[in-house]
């Protein structure tokens, strides 16, 4: 199982199906592809922790990597779970599993395999590389050496000629390191699940998407050629490992999500969020005070020094910013009589008239020099996911506009507001992603994955099915890349 992190879903369904990406194309040929679905506005937090958990979010309860904990503060999301990975599963019915580099994974639990974390990762959640046993990462850094710092952040650096080549070369050496470490261990015994995944395209697409739909692939190597040269390299290194596996191998190649152009207002959201408060707090009343630390960071990065300026009272509910990612804004909704920002499955859910007095005063909001509306539309997330967590999840979300970063918005009921909008990267993900599958069970079954909770299952069916019809107990060996 290869699993291509910040990868373009659409992107490899193209090139897979005219011949682009020869690798991909082969296994395509041999088997069976499909696209992925996923709520709007899904992180990639959200995502790889319902691939792990073979859970949908709302029972899981991972939206962003910083999510409300139960003693009422903003922590890491993964520090609260107790989840067991589909891998788990299998590895407690004897089978021996690899997992090699999952993005976004909890600390590695003990396990009949092997289980690195955090080596060569976008976003990691550890300071340093954690593994399982506890000599895998020695071993690992000795032989196939460390990761450099991340060349890409949420605020664009300024792009001077020679950084793409830096950028490409330090992407495609992580891939060649990543490539060699895999096909080591993949070689060095019989698994029943391999997993391995490339996150070089994350760090890519991030800095370098800038369009709106799939060039054919000689204008994208023309036009953006770092995008290019990675998915090329990636793709080289996707053979190597089905070549490695062997003809009987169910191989499976995924990819999350898609990516869009990205878009926009967080510079300006703490300041809408505070008049939003003032204005709403006159009719809904004023809650206690609750402390806003999402905000005061947002603010922190773009630059800004002096925050009273415009802030506002930060301390009033009705609306708390919680963490996401910079194409969305997360919003924790008042409920009535409460001053908590985390829930549990039986807390109060916010007033319906509120969330839609919120709603509109968001969708009112218009660029000031252009006039068109600044939100594309609002999810509510905690009421629209099931689950035993999805109370947990942002009341609010609030999705920006592709290619958008005003620098002043308007509005009847909050007036102008203006901070000069910093140079946002150009990419991010957005809802979609892609699988293609080759093997006698695993093509069989490819009909019933339609997003990434299904995969993990689809996975542990192959291995269990694959073990009776061969008529094998369940620790015999084989293997599923």
Not at 72 to 92: C, I, K, N, V, Y
Not at 198 to 219: M, R, V, Y
Not at 227 to 241: C, K, P, R, S, T
Request: proline share 7%; with cysteine.
């Amino acid at each position: 199982m290869i699993c291509l992190d910040g990868a373009d879903g659409r992107m490899l369904d193209q090139y897979s199906t005219d011949g682009s990406l020869p690798n991909l194309t082969a296994l395509r040929l041999k088997g069976t592809a499909r696209p992925l679905t996923a709520p709007r506005g899904s992180t990639d937090d959200a995502l790889w922790a319902s691939f792990q958990y073979t859970l949908k979010v709302g029972e899981h309860g991972r939206y962003s990597n910083i999510t409300p904990q139960r003693n009422d503060r903003l922590g890491m999301a993964h520090e609260s779970e107790e989840l067991p990975a589909f891998w788990d599963h299998l590895s407690q019915e004897g089978l021996q599993v690899a997992v090699l580099d999952v993005p976004k994974c909890p600390a590695p639990r003990p396990l009949n395999g092997i289980h690195l974390v955090d080596w060569l990762t976008h976003g990691e959640y550890f300071q340093s590389p954690q593994g399982f046993p506890h000599s895998l990462v020695d071993e690992v850094l000795q032989k196939f050496g460390r990761r450099s710092a991340h060349p890409c952040d949420y605020l664009e650096l300024q792009i001077d000629r020679k950084e793409p080549d830096r950028i490409v070369t330090r992407m495609m050496l992580e891939i060649s390191m990543k490539r060699t470490a895999g096909l080591h261990y993949l070689n060095s015994k019989s698994w029943d699940l391999f997993c391995i995944a490339f996150s070089q395209l994350h760090c890519i697409n991030h800095k370098f998407w800038d369009f709106d739909s799939i060039p054919p692939i000689d204008q994208l190597k023309i036009r953006n050629k770092p995008i290019f040269e990675v998915l090329q390299g990636i793709d080289e290194a996707v053979g190597a490992f089905i070549l490695a596996a062997g003809p009987e191998a169910e191989c499976i190649v995924l990819a999350p999500t898609d990516f869009e152009i990205n878009g926009s207002l967080q510079h300006l959201v703490p300041a809408i969020i505070a008049r939003i408060n003032t204005r709403l707090s006159k009719q809904f009343g004023r809650p206690a005070r609750l402390h806003w630390p999402f905000g005061r960071r947002i603010l922190r990065r773009i630059g800004r020094r002096r925050l009273d300026d415009w802030w506002g009272d930060p301390g009033t509910w009705p609306c708390t910013i919680l963490p996401f990612s910079d194409n969305a804004l997360a919003v924790r909704v008042a409920a009535t009589g409460k001053r908590r920002l985390f829930r549990d499955s039986a807390s109060t859910p916010p007033q319906s008239d509120l969330l839609d007095a919120i709603e509109k005063e968001l969708l009112d909001l218009r660029g000031d020099s252009d006039g068109q509306p600044a939100i594309e539309s609002i999810t509510r997330l905690s009421l629209s996911q099931r689950g035993p967590r999805a109370n947990n999840l942002p009341d609010l979300l609030v999705h920006y506009r592709s290619g958008y970063f005003p620098s002043a918005v308007r509005s009847p009921g909050i007036g102008r507001v203006a901070v000069q909008s910093p140079a946002w990267r150009k990419g991010n993900h957005r809802d979609g992603g892609f699988i293609v599958a080759s093997g006698q069970e695993s093509e069989g079954q490819l009909h019933s994955v339609q997003t990434m909770s299904d995969i993990g299952r689809l996975a542990q069916d192959v291995l269990f099915r694959d073990r009776m019809r061969l008529g094998q107990p369940a620790d015999a060996k084989s293997v599923a890349v």
